[in-house]
């Protein structure tokens, strides 16, 4: 069935330093990869998504990756701050339908 | 644009119960789908809402029922509730934009729903 793996499920990174999380999917028909950032008793918020046409796409300090091939997806924030501490969740999509990751949540040091 | 809105944000039912939570989605979006994310936990998909018509559907039983309205607006039914439908229910809206197209969905602040 459809399933996405993600790692680490906690990671700490002191202040400035760069955050990096890891994603595979199952479905080979995914075409649509959002990242979602949630804060506590909020609902997700879409940070960056990439399509299965691209390879990388950027946004200030949040890059993702995707290897179709190899069926692996990834976040990288540099010059981390205080304020991105949180869960952070991947996503593979078809047909609008989402298959999310366990989360992964971030901590950032002082 | 007030995004997507959710109703109630907490409600606290007894097992066996049957309850119905709301969602009105984003200015401008006409598809809506609901998630069930339990504690720790990444949100998982119940179904999705198109032109009133349920158009996909989770590994949820039949007691997860909704509804969507002529204003794109979303209701989630939950019959006989169990202590383990225990979660933040989450309403997410998108654009349909064709088959195939995957569109970003936004998603409201969730209802908390605690069974006792």
């Known amino acids: 069935g459809e399933n996405v793996e993600q790692h680490p499920s906690t990671l700490s990174v002191q202040e400035g330093d760069s955050a990096v999380i890891k994603c595979t999917y199952s479905d080979s028909a995914s075409n649509y990869f959002p990242w979602y950032k949630q804060e506590l008793g909020k609902g997700p918020q879409l940070i960056i998504d990439?399509?299965?046409?691209?390879g990388e796409k950027k946004d200030q300090r949040i890059a993702v990756t995707l290897n179709k091939t190899a069926k692996h997806f990834s976040l990288h924030i540099t010059e981390t701050q205080p304020e991105d501490s949180a869960v952070y969740f991947c996503a593979a999509s078809r047909d609008d339908k989402i298959i999310f990751g366990k989360g992964t949540r971030l901590h950032i040091l002082p | 644009d007030a995004g997507v809105t959710q109703s109630p944000t907490h409600l606290i039912k007894t097992r066996g119960q049957q309850v119905t939570l709301r969602c009105s989605p984003k200015s401008g979006h006409d598809t809506v789908s609901w998630y069930q994310q339990a504690l720790g936990q990444g949100p998982q998909f119940i179904f999705q809402y198109y032109e009133e018509e349920e158009r996909q559907r989770g590994n949820f039983p039949d007691r997860f029922s909704g509804h969507q309205f002529p204003n794109y607006s979303s209701e989630l039914n939950v019959n006989a509730l169990l202590l383990g439908d225990s979660a933040l229910y989450l309403c997410a809206s998108s654009q349909n934009r064709g088959t195939g197209l995957n569109t970003e969905a936004f998603f409201g602040q969730g209802t908390r729903l605690t069974v006792v």
């Open positions: 990439i399509r299965s046409n691209v």
